[in-house]
């Protein structure tokens, strides 16, 4: 499916027709973006890379335990996207220039 759609998004005949938009996370639970301030999209309309998704760890040693890695998409969250052929793939999420974002992760004793 992901080589689908590589080959779908690079054979677009004109630069025209792929389009940048955001979006703005309307709902979570079903998710949706509203595009543009025009229409807005369900989450089966939108193609999500990996790296969006939050992982999940376990660390073993002397200390084990579990935790998250990443940020879930949440409610407010402006998201870019390239549109094509009636696609929409999320290239990620906006931000401030500069912003770092910080993860910790507890580990039981």
Do not use: C, W
């Not at 229409?39 to 660390?59: A, D, M, R, V």
């Not at 998201?79 to 931000?95: D, E, F, N, P, S």
């Amino acid at each position: 499916m992901i080589g689908e759609l590589i080959r779908e998004f690079s054979n677009i005949d004109r630069p025209e027709e792929a389009q940048i938009l955001f979006g703005t996370v309307s709902g979570e639970n079903p998710l949706s973006v509203f595009v543009d301030e025009r229409f807005t999209l369900t989450g089966e309309h939108l193609i999500f890379p990996s790296y969006l998704n939050e992982k999940s760890l376990s660390i073993y040693g002397s200390h084990t335990g579990t935790g998250t890695i990443g940020e879930k998409i949440a409610a407010g969250d402006i998201l870019i996207l390239l549109a094509a052929k009636g696609q929409y793939l999320v290239i990620g999420k906006a931000g401030n220039y500069g912003d770092t974002d910080q993860y910790s992760i507890t580990v039981g004793e």
